[in-house]
Protein backbone atom coordinates (compact mmCIF):
# COMPACT_ATOMS: atom_id res chain seq x y z
CA UNK A 1 0.00 0.00 0.00
CA UNK A 2 1.13 3.70 -0.94
CA UNK A 3 -0.18 6.69 -0.05
CA UNK A 4 0.25 10.54 -1.41
CA UNK A 5 -0.62 13.41 0.16
CA UNK A 6 -1.74 16.98 -1.18
CA UNK A 7 -2.58 20.36 0.50
CA UNK A 8 -5.67 21.89 -1.50
CA UNK A 9 -5.75 25.71 -1.64
CA UNK A 10 -8.31 25.48 1.48
CA UNK A 11 -5.63 23.85 3.07
CA UNK A 12 -7.18 20.41 3.38
CA UNK A 13 -5.31 17.55 2.96
CA UNK A 14 -6.09 14.86 0.71
CA UNK A 15 -4.97 11.60 0.46
CA UNK A 16 -3.60 9.06 -2.27
CA UNK A 17 -4.26 5.65 -1.42
CA UNK A 18 -2.78 2.89 -3.78
CA UNK A 19 -4.34 -0.61 -2.27
CA UNK A 20 -5.56 -3.54 -3.30
CA UNK A 21 -9.53 -4.39 -2.29
CA UNK A 22 -10.09 -0.90 -2.40
CA UNK A 23 -14.22 -1.92 -2.03
CA UNK A 24 -13.59 -4.42 0.69
CA UNK A 25 -11.22 -2.99 3.16
CA UNK A 26 -10.57 0.56 1.98
CA UNK A 27 -13.95 2.06 3.94
CA UNK A 28 -15.51 1.75 6.85
CA UNK A 29 -19.26 1.49 6.46
CA UNK A 30 -20.33 1.67 9.98
CA UNK A 31 -18.50 5.35 9.93
CA UNK A 32 -20.16 6.02 6.81
CA UNK A 33 -23.42 5.74 7.81
CA UNK A 34 -22.70 7.10 10.82
CA UNK A 35 -22.05 10.40 8.96
CA UNK A 36 -23.70 9.82 6.34
CA UNK A 37 -22.96 9.21 2.66
CA UNK A 38 -24.06 8.57 -1.04
CA UNK A 39 -22.32 6.75 -3.41
CA UNK A 40 -22.12 7.82 -7.30
CA UNK A 41 -21.17 5.85 -10.22
CA UNK A 42 -22.22 5.71 -13.82
CA UNK A 43 -24.60 2.38 -15.56
CA UNK A 44 -21.52 0.49 -16.56
CA UNK A 45 -19.68 0.42 -13.19
CA UNK A 46 -23.12 -0.12 -11.73
CA UNK A 47 -23.68 -3.37 -13.57
CA UNK A 48 -20.31 -4.48 -13.10
CA UNK A 49 -19.66 -3.99 -9.19
CA UNK A 50 -22.93 -3.04 -7.95
CA UNK A 51 -22.80 -6.70 -6.27
CA UNK A 52 -19.69 -5.59 -4.62
CA UNK A 53 -20.90 -2.44 -4.12
CA UNK A 54 -24.03 -4.07 -2.09
CA UNK A 55 -21.96 -6.54 0.14
CA UNK A 56 -19.23 -4.13 1.33
CA UNK A 57 -20.86 -1.04 1.79
CA UNK A 58 -24.20 -2.31 2.77
CA UNK A 59 -26.87 -0.03 3.43
CA UNK A 60 -25.20 2.95 2.12
CA UNK A 61 -27.30 4.54 -1.04
CA UNK A 62 -26.08 4.52 -4.39
CA UNK A 63 -27.19 6.91 -7.18
CA UNK A 64 -25.86 6.16 -11.20
CA UNK A 65 -25.78 8.22 -14.01
CA UNK A 66 -25.91 6.97 -17.71
CA UNK A 67 -22.41 6.04 -18.74
CA UNK A 68 -20.38 8.14 -20.92
CA UNK A 69 -19.23 11.76 -22.00
CA UNK A 70 -22.70 12.89 -23.26
CA UNK A 71 -24.51 12.90 -19.95
CA UNK A 72 -21.04 14.99 -18.38
CA UNK A 73 -23.69 17.49 -18.08
CA UNK A 74 -25.96 20.39 -15.65
CA UNK A 75 -28.66 17.64 -15.95
CA UNK A 76 -26.41 14.39 -14.51
CA UNK A 77 -25.28 17.13 -11.64
CA UNK A 78 -28.40 18.46 -10.45
CA UNK A 79 -29.71 15.13 -10.74
CA UNK A 80 -26.69 14.10 -8.27
CA UNK A 81 -27.56 16.97 -6.20
CA UNK A 82 -31.13 15.78 -5.68
CA UNK A 83 -30.23 12.36 -4.64
CA UNK A 84 -27.68 13.54 -2.39
CA UNK A 85 -30.23 16.28 -0.56
CA UNK A 86 -33.34 13.35 -0.89
CA UNK A 87 -30.44 11.19 1.10
CA UNK A 88 -30.26 13.81 3.93
CA UNK A 89 -26.29 14.27 3.24
CA UNK A 90 -25.14 16.79 5.95
CA UNK A 91 -22.33 18.97 6.03
CA UNK A 92 -20.12 16.21 7.59
CA UNK A 93 -21.12 13.53 5.11
CA UNK A 94 -19.33 11.92 2.28
CA UNK A 95 -20.13 11.43 -1.23
CA UNK A 96 -18.34 8.27 -2.59
CA UNK A 97 -17.68 7.99 -6.91
CA UNK A 98 -16.97 5.16 -7.78
CA UNK A 99 -15.88 5.31 -11.80
CA UNK A 100 -13.76 6.45 -14.50
CA UNK A 101 -13.11 10.40 -14.88
CA UNK A 102 -16.68 11.34 -15.89
CA UNK A 103 -18.26 10.19 -12.67
CA UNK A 104 -15.82 11.37 -11.21
CA UNK A 105 -15.69 15.07 -12.74
CA UNK A 106 -19.28 15.86 -11.94
CA UNK A 107 -19.19 14.02 -8.54
CA UNK A 108 -16.39 16.16 -7.88
CA UNK A 109 -18.30 19.29 -8.56
CA UNK A 110 -21.54 17.67 -6.76
CA UNK A 111 -19.69 17.67 -3.74
CA UNK A 112 -17.94 21.10 -4.27
CA UNK A 113 -21.31 22.86 -4.11
CA UNK A 114 -23.54 20.76 -1.90
CA UNK A 115 -23.36 22.64 0.94
CA UNK A 116 -20.58 25.04 0.23
CA UNK A 117 -18.55 21.53 0.00
CA UNK A 118 -18.28 18.40 1.82
CA UNK A 119 -15.95 15.03 1.32
CA UNK A 120 -15.76 13.50 -1.34
CA UNK A 121 -13.92 10.10 -1.98
CA UNK A 122 -12.89 8.70 -5.20
CA UNK A 123 -12.51 5.30 -6.07
CA UNK A 124 -11.43 5.63 -10.06
CA UNK A 125 -12.04 2.52 -11.70
CA UNK A 126 -10.25 3.44 -15.39
CA UNK A 127 -6.46 3.34 -15.78
CA UNK A 128 -7.27 7.43 -17.08
CA UNK A 129 -8.60 8.46 -13.94
CA UNK A 130 -6.56 6.59 -11.33
CA UNK A 131 -3.27 7.85 -13.37
CA UNK A 132 -4.84 11.69 -13.90
CA UNK A 133 -8.16 12.79 -12.98
CA UNK A 134 -9.11 11.84 -9.83
CA UNK A 135 -5.36 13.50 -8.38
CA UNK A 136 -5.48 17.14 -8.61
CA UNK A 137 -8.95 18.11 -7.22
CA UNK A 138 -10.23 19.41 -10.59
CA UNK A 139 -13.40 18.61 -11.59
CA UNK A 140 -15.93 20.14 -14.31
CA UNK A 141 -18.90 18.85 -16.20
CA UNK A 142 -19.35 20.00 -20.36
CA UNK A 143 -21.87 23.34 -20.98
CA UNK A 144 -23.16 25.22 -23.67
CA UNK A 145 -21.36 22.89 -25.65
CA UNK A 146 -18.01 23.54 -24.35
CA UNK A 147 -15.43 20.57 -22.22
CA UNK A 148 -15.36 21.22 -18.60
CA UNK A 149 -16.78 25.05 -19.07
CA UNK A 150 -18.12 24.79 -15.09
CA UNK A 151 -15.79 23.62 -12.76
CA UNK A 152 -14.32 24.06 -9.43
CA UNK A 153 -11.19 22.68 -7.79
CA UNK A 154 -12.24 20.67 -4.67
CA UNK A 155 -9.27 17.94 -3.68
CA UNK A 156 -10.97 14.91 -2.80
CA UNK A 157 -10.70 14.17 1.43
CA UNK A 158 -9.39 10.25 -0.08
CA UNK A 159 -8.84 8.37 -3.94
CA UNK A 160 -8.46 4.74 -3.13
CA UNK A 161 -6.75 3.58 -6.20
CA UNK A 162 -6.76 -0.09 -6.74
CA UNK A 163 -5.17 -1.90 -10.01
CA UNK A 164 -8.26 -4.98 -9.63
CA UNK A 165 -10.51 -2.19 -11.71
CA UNK A 166 -8.59 -3.12 -14.85
CA UNK A 167 -9.53 -6.42 -15.31
CA UNK A 168 -12.74 -5.50 -16.95
CA UNK A 169 -11.50 -2.68 -18.49
CA UNK A 170 -12.42 -2.87 -22.09
CA UNK A 171 -8.54 -2.60 -24.39
CA UNK A 172 -9.38 0.68 -25.47
CA UNK A 173 -9.95 2.20 -22.25
CA UNK A 174 -6.20 1.03 -21.49
CA UNK A 175 -5.50 2.35 -24.25
CA UNK A 176 -6.84 5.70 -23.50
CA UNK A 177 -5.07 5.52 -20.09
CA UNK A 178 -1.69 4.84 -21.68
CA UNK A 179 -1.70 8.37 -23.41
CA UNK A 180 -1.67 10.16 -19.96
CA UNK A 181 1.15 7.24 -18.98
CA UNK A 182 3.37 8.11 -21.72
CA UNK A 183 2.79 12.11 -20.84
CA UNK A 184 4.08 11.42 -17.73
CA UNK A 185 7.09 9.36 -19.17
CA UNK A 186 7.61 12.16 -21.28
CA UNK A 187 7.87 14.74 -18.21
CA UNK A 188 9.76 11.98 -15.98
CA UNK A 189 12.89 9.85 -16.54
CA UNK A 190 12.10 7.35 -14.78
CA UNK A 191 8.69 6.56 -15.69
CA UNK A 192 10.20 6.67 -18.65
CA UNK A 193 12.48 4.18 -18.38
CA UNK A 194 10.01 1.65 -17.22
CA UNK A 195 8.01 1.99 -20.07
CA UNK A 196 11.12 1.82 -22.83
CA UNK A 197 11.51 -1.58 -21.02
CA UNK A 198 8.62 -3.28 -20.96
CA UNK A 199 7.69 -5.16 -23.66
CA UNK A 200 4.08 -5.46 -23.14
CA UNK A 201 2.64 -2.06 -22.10
CA UNK A 202 -0.93 -3.42 -21.25
CA UNK A 203 0.17 -6.15 -18.72
CA UNK A 204 -2.16 -5.87 -15.74
CA UNK A 205 0.69 -6.57 -13.20
CA UNK A 206 2.95 -4.28 -15.02
CA UNK A 207 0.18 -1.17 -15.04
CA UNK A 208 -0.49 -1.91 -11.20
CA UNK A 209 3.49 -1.41 -10.51
CA UNK A 210 3.60 1.59 -12.54
CA UNK A 211 0.13 3.40 -11.57
CA UNK A 212 1.45 4.54 -8.07
CA UNK A 213 4.76 6.10 -9.91
CA UNK A 214 2.68 8.00 -12.36
CA UNK A 215 0.17 9.60 -9.21
CA UNK A 216 3.46 9.87 -7.14
CA UNK A 217 4.32 12.30 -10.24
CA UNK A 218 1.62 13.61 -10.84
CA UNK A 219 0.55 14.62 -6.64
CA UNK A 220 4.13 16.20 -6.86
CA UNK A 221 2.89 18.42 -9.63
CA UNK A 222 0.04 19.33 -8.27
CA UNK A 223 1.60 19.85 -4.60
CA UNK A 224 4.01 22.40 -5.97
CA UNK A 225 0.93 24.20 -8.18
CA UNK A 226 -2.38 23.35 -7.02
CA UNK A 227 -4.18 25.92 -9.29
CA UNK A 228 -2.11 25.57 -12.52
CA UNK A 229 -0.43 28.93 -12.31
CA UNK A 230 2.95 27.72 -13.88
CA UNK A 231 4.20 24.16 -13.37
CA UNK A 232 1.26 22.34 -13.39
CA UNK A 233 0.84 24.06 -17.21
CA UNK A 234 3.58 20.80 -18.29
CA UNK A 235 0.78 18.42 -17.87
CA UNK A 236 -0.66 20.09 -21.05
CA UNK A 237 2.71 18.28 -22.71
CA UNK A 238 1.15 17.08 -26.24
CA UNK A 239 -2.44 18.21 -25.46
CA UNK A 240 -2.41 21.25 -27.83
CA UNK A 241 -1.85 18.88 -30.70
CA UNK A 242 -4.32 16.44 -29.26
CA UNK A 243 -7.04 18.46 -28.73
CA UNK A 244 -7.09 19.80 -32.18
CA UNK A 245 -7.24 16.93 -33.60
CA UNK A 246 -10.15 15.32 -30.95
CA UNK A 247 -11.60 18.45 -32.45
CA UNK A 248 -11.77 18.31 -36.12
CA UNK A 249 -11.76 14.45 -36.52
CA UNK A 250 -12.99 12.75 -33.12
CA UNK A 251 -12.92 9.58 -34.02
CA UNK A 252 -9.86 8.11 -31.36
CA UNK A 253 -10.21 8.77 -27.73
CA UNK A 254 -8.71 11.33 -25.89
CA UNK A 255 -5.73 9.24 -25.00
CA UNK A 256 -4.78 7.71 -28.03
CA UNK A 257 -4.69 11.92 -29.41
CA UNK A 258 -2.51 12.36 -26.47
CA UNK A 259 0.16 9.53 -27.70
CA UNK A 260 -0.24 10.93 -31.30
CA UNK A 261 0.01 14.75 -30.17
CA UNK A 262 3.14 14.02 -27.96
CA UNK A 263 4.28 12.23 -31.19
CA UNK A 264 3.75 15.36 -33.13
CA UNK A 265 4.87 17.97 -30.92
CA UNK A 266 8.67 15.85 -30.30
CA UNK A 267 8.97 16.14 -33.79
CA UNK A 268 8.26 20.06 -33.63
CA UNK A 269 10.49 20.02 -30.62
CA UNK A 270 13.36 18.20 -32.80
CA UNK A 271 13.50 21.66 -34.63
CA UNK A 272 12.77 24.31 -32.54
CA UNK A 273 14.47 23.32 -29.64
CA UNK A 274 17.80 22.38 -27.98
CA UNK A 275 16.73 19.12 -27.48
CA UNK A 276 18.18 15.54 -27.61
CA UNK A 277 17.59 14.28 -31.00
CA UNK A 278 17.99 10.58 -29.62
CA UNK A 279 15.79 10.67 -26.84
CA UNK A 280 13.03 12.35 -28.85
CA UNK A 281 13.21 9.28 -31.73
CA UNK A 282 12.98 6.79 -28.86
CA UNK A 283 9.66 8.97 -27.34
CA UNK A 284 8.20 8.40 -30.79
CA UNK A 285 8.72 4.79 -30.27
CA UNK A 286 7.12 4.39 -27.29
CA UNK A 287 3.99 6.84 -28.86
CA UNK A 288 3.55 4.46 -31.58
CA UNK A 289 4.35 0.99 -29.37
CA UNK A 290 1.79 2.19 -26.94
CA UNK A 291 -0.59 3.37 -30.31
CA UNK A 292 -0.69 -0.20 -31.74
CA UNK A 293 -1.52 1.14 -35.28
CA UNK A 294 -1.23 4.25 -36.63
CA UNK A 295 -5.15 5.53 -37.82
CA UNK A 296 -5.76 8.37 -40.98
CA UNK A 297 -5.34 11.38 -39.62
CA UNK A 298 -7.15 14.75 -41.16
CA UNK A 299 -4.20 17.16 -42.91
CA UNK A 300 -2.36 19.57 -40.79
CA UNK A 301 -3.96 22.78 -42.22
CA UNK A 302 -7.56 21.66 -40.41
CA UNK A 303 -6.14 20.64 -37.36
CA UNK A 304 -3.55 23.69 -37.09
CA UNK A 305 -6.81 25.83 -37.07
CA UNK A 306 -8.70 24.37 -34.19
CA UNK A 307 -5.47 24.52 -31.91
CA UNK A 308 -5.86 27.99 -31.85
CA UNK A 309 -9.86 27.57 -29.74
CA UNK A 310 -7.74 25.64 -27.40
CA UNK A 311 -8.70 27.20 -24.10
CA UNK A 312 -5.46 27.14 -23.02
CA UNK A 313 -3.88 29.22 -25.69
CA UNK A 314 -4.59 32.47 -24.48
CA UNK A 315 -3.02 34.38 -26.72
CA UNK A 316 -4.74 35.39 -30.33
CA UNK A 317 -3.06 33.77 -33.49
CA UNK A 318 -0.54 32.20 -31.33
CA UNK A 319 -0.18 28.43 -30.55
CA UNK A 320 1.34 27.59 -27.09
CA UNK A 321 2.82 23.83 -26.79
CA UNK A 322 4.27 22.51 -23.91
CA UNK A 323 6.94 19.69 -26.05
CA UNK A 324 9.01 17.07 -24.91
CA UNK A 325 13.42 18.38 -25.14
CA UNK A 326 15.19 15.62 -23.22
CA UNK A 327 14.64 12.85 -20.92
CA UNK A 328 12.87 14.58 -18.00
CA UNK A 329 12.87 18.01 -19.74
CA UNK A 330 9.88 19.97 -21.70
CA UNK A 331 10.13 23.82 -23.01
CA UNK A 332 7.16 25.86 -23.78
CA UNK A 333 6.92 26.79 -27.35
CA UNK A 334 5.05 29.91 -28.46
CA UNK A 335 4.50 29.86 -32.11
CA UNK A 336 2.54 32.15 -34.74
CA UNK A 337 -0.27 30.01 -36.00
CA UNK A 338 1.94 30.11 -39.44
CA UNK A 339 4.74 28.66 -37.80
CA UNK A 340 2.29 26.08 -35.99
CA UNK A 341 0.77 24.92 -39.53
CA UNK A 342 3.81 24.45 -41.79
CA UNK A 343 5.42 22.44 -38.36
CA UNK A 344 2.28 20.38 -37.68
CA UNK A 345 2.16 19.44 -41.82
CA UNK A 346 5.92 18.26 -41.44
CA UNK A 347 5.05 16.72 -38.46
CA UNK A 348 2.61 14.84 -39.90
CA UNK A 349 4.34 13.24 -42.90
CA UNK A 350 7.27 11.76 -39.93
CA UNK A 351 4.10 9.82 -38.60
CA UNK A 352 2.84 8.24 -42.56
N1 LIG B 1 -10.30 16.32 -13.52
C1 LIG B 1 -9.20 16.13 -14.21
O1 LIG B 1 -8.11 16.57 -13.84
C2 LIG B 1 -9.27 15.34 -15.48
C3 LIG B 1 -8.09 14.91 -16.11
C4 LIG B 1 -8.20 14.12 -17.25
C5 LIG B 1 -9.46 13.77 -17.75
N2 LIG B 1 -10.57 14.23 -17.11
C6 LIG B 1 -11.92 13.86 -17.59
O2 LIG B 1 -12.06 12.45 -17.45
C7 LIG B 1 -13.03 12.00 -18.40
C8 LIG B 1 -12.52 10.74 -19.06
O3 LIG B 1 -12.32 9.77 -18.05
P1 LIG B 1 -12.48 8.22 -18.38
O4 LIG B 1 -11.69 7.89 -19.60
O5 LIG B 1 -12.22 7.48 -17.12
O6 LIG B 1 -14.03 8.17 -18.83
P2 LIG B 1 -15.34 7.41 -18.28
O7 LIG B 1 -15.59 7.71 -16.86
O8 LIG B 1 -16.42 7.74 -19.23
O9 LIG B 1 -14.96 5.86 -18.42
C9 LIG B 1 -14.78 5.29 -19.70
C10 LIG B 1 -15.71 4.08 -19.90
O10 LIG B 1 -15.26 3.01 -19.08
C11 LIG B 1 -16.35 2.50 -18.31
N3 LIG B 1 -15.74 1.96 -17.09
C12 LIG B 1 -15.31 2.62 -16.00
N4 LIG B 1 -14.67 1.79 -15.17
C13 LIG B 1 -14.73 0.55 -15.72
C14 LIG B 1 -14.22 -0.72 -15.33
N5 LIG B 1 -13.47 -0.89 -14.24
N6 LIG B 1 -14.47 -1.78 -16.15
C15 LIG B 1 -15.16 -1.60 -17.31
N7 LIG B 1 -15.63 -0.43 -17.73
C16 LIG B 1 -15.42 0.66 -16.95
C17 LIG B 1 -17.26 3.68 -18.13
O11 LIG B 1 -18.59 3.27 -17.83
C18 LIG B 1 -17.16 4.34 -19.50
O12 LIG B 1 -17.99 3.70 -20.42
C19 LIG B 1 -13.25 13.15 -19.39
O13 LIG B 1 -14.50 13.73 -19.13
C20 LIG B 1 -12.14 14.13 -19.06
O14 LIG B 1 -12.50 15.47 -19.29
C21 LIG B 1 -10.51 14.99 -15.99
ZN1 LIG C 1 -5.32 14.42 -21.06
Redesign the pocket.
Known amino acids: MKTFRIKGRDGRISAVVCRKHALRGGLSAAELKERGALVFT????LA??GSKLKRYLAGIPVHAMP???AH?SEETLFSLLRAMAAAGLRRNSVLIVL???????VG?LAASLYMRGIDCIQI??????QV?????????I?FCGI??LV?AFHQPALVLADPA??????PR?LR??MG?IVKHGALDGEIFDLLEGEENLFDLTFLAGIVPKNIAFKADVVRKDPEERGLRRCLNLGHTTAHAFELTDGKL???EYVLLGTFLEAEIARKRTECDEAYLTRLQALCLRALGEIPALPEGKQAARAALFDKKNTRAEEVVLTVPAARGKYEILRMPFESYETALGEALEKLC
Not at 42 to 45: C, E, I, L, P
Not at 99 to 105: A, K, L, R
Not at 124 to 129: G, Q, R, V
Open positions: DSNVLYAGEKGGGVPGDGPTTLLSDSSVGGKTADKNGFFATLPECGESHG
